[in-house]
C-alpha cells in the first residue's frame, strides 16, 4: 500500500511539473535570452555558415525558379548558422537565421496564376518590379529559425558565409530574374503579334475572296479596319497588345487585285508599327505567312513590298 501511495505522489508530481518545465524551456527559447530573434547580415562573420534546406515544408527547386520571375522571395530556403542546438522536451532544434520570408503567401493556386498570368503578358514596368522583394543589404534583417532537426530533411549547398559574396550573389539573382522576365514578356507579347497578324491576313484573304480577288483601300489602318471588321471578329486584333498602337497595312497594295501581286511570298500586307525589344519585326506576307524579321532582312523586304 505504501508502494502505490509512493508511485501516485511521484507521478502527481510529475505530472504537475512537466508542462511549466516545458514551458519555461520555450519560453526561454522564443525570449532572445538564448539567441537573438533577429540579427543583420553584416553581424555574421567567417563562423557562420550558409545552409539551404530542402525537405516537405520548402519549396521545390522548380518552384522556387518559377517564384522569383513574378518577384516572389526566393530565399526562402537559405538559412545561416553557427551549427548550434537547443534542446526542448528531447528535441533538438538547429539555432539559424534566414531572410525575411516574401509577404506574398504561395499555393498551387498562386503559382499556376502567376504562370498563366504570364501567358498573358508582362506590360508596364512590371519586369523593374521583379525581384525587388529580394534585394538586400548589409543591414538587411535576418530572423531567428529553429530546425527540428528529424524534420529538416537534407542540409545542401552548405558553404562559409562571406558578406560580400552573399550580397553579389543577390544582386546576380535579381539581374537574372529580371532578364527571365523581360524574355518570357518579349515571348509572350511577339506570340500575340504573330496571332493577330495570321489573323488580318486571312481576313484579308477572305475579303479578297468575297470581291473578285480586289483588294481593299489599303492606304491606312482606319480604312482597312472600315473594310475588314466584320470579317475580325476581335477588334484588338487590329492594335498591337502592348502598345496598342494600330498595326500599319502596305498603302501600296491598296484597290489592288492578288493577281497584280508578283511574289506574294515576299510581299508585305501587314507589319508592326515599331520593332519589338530585340529589335525584330513583324509581318505577315500576302500568302498569309507569318514571320519575324531582322533589321537588316526587313529594310531588305520593305523595298520588295514597296513600303515607305
Request: with cysteine; proline share 5%.
Amino acid at each position: 500500500m505504501g508502494k502505490i501511495t509512493l508511485t501516485l505522489a511521484i507521478l502527481s508530481s510529475i505530472l504537475a511539473y512537466s508542462p511549466k518545465c516545458l514551458a519555461d524551456d520555450f519560453q526561454d527559447l522564443i525570449s532572445g535570452k538564448k539567441a537573438p530573434l533577429t540579427k543583420q547580415l553584416k553581424d555574421l562573420n567567417e563562423s557562420w555558415r550558409q545552409i539551404a534546406i530542402s525537405g516537405q515544408y520548402e519549396m521545390a527547386d522548380l518552384m522556387k525558379s518559377w517564384t522569383s520571375i513574378f518577384g516572389i522571395n526566393s530565399y526562402n530556403n537559405i538559412y545561416y548558422t553557427q551549427g548550434k542546438t537547443v534542446i526542448v522536451n528531447d528535441e533538438s532544434y538547429v539555432v539559424a537565421y534566414r531572410l525575411p520570408i516574401s509577404d506574398q503567401t504561395l499555393t498551387m493556386q498562386s503559382f499556376m496564376e502567376n504562370i498563366m498570368g504570364s501567358m498573358g503578358g508582362l506590360t508596364g514596368s512590371d519586369c523593374d518590379e521583379i525581384g525587388s522583394v529580394d534585394k538586400i543589404t548589409p543591414q538587411t534583417n535576418i530572423q531567428l529559425s529553429l530546425l527540428n532537426l528529424k524534420t529538416i530533411g537534407s542540409l545542401n549547398d552548405i558553404r562559409p558565409f562571406n558578406l560580400e559574396s552573399e550580397l553579389a550573389a543577390a544582386e546576380k539573382a535579381q539581374q537574372q530574374s529580371k532578364a527571365a522576365c523581360e524574355r518570357i514578356k518579349t515571348e509572350t507579347i511577339n506570340s500575340e503579334v504573330e496571332s493577330d497578324l495570321r489573323e488580318l491576313g486571312i481576313a484579308l484573304q477572305s475579303y479578297a475572296d468575297q470581291h473578285q480577288g480586289k483588294l481593299p483601300n489599303m492606304n491606312n489602318s482606319e480604312t482597312v479596319k472600315e473594310a475588314l471588321g466584320d470579317l475580325v471578329y476581335d477588334p484588338a486584333f487590329f492594335v498591337h497588345p502592348e502598345t496598342l498602337e494600330p498595326y500599319l497595312p502596305n498603302p501600296a497594295l491598296s484597290n489592288k487585285t492578288l493577281a497584280d501581286i508578283n511574289d506574294p511570298t515576299e510581299t508585305v500586307t501587314f507589319y508592326e508599327s515599331q520593332p519589338a525589344a530585340d529589335g525584330t519585326i513583324g509581318v505577315v506576307f500576302a500568302d498569309g505567312y507569318y514571320q519575324r524579321l531582322s533589321p537588316e532582312d526587313w529594310e531588305t523586304i520593305k523595298q520588295s513590298s514597296k513600303l515607305p
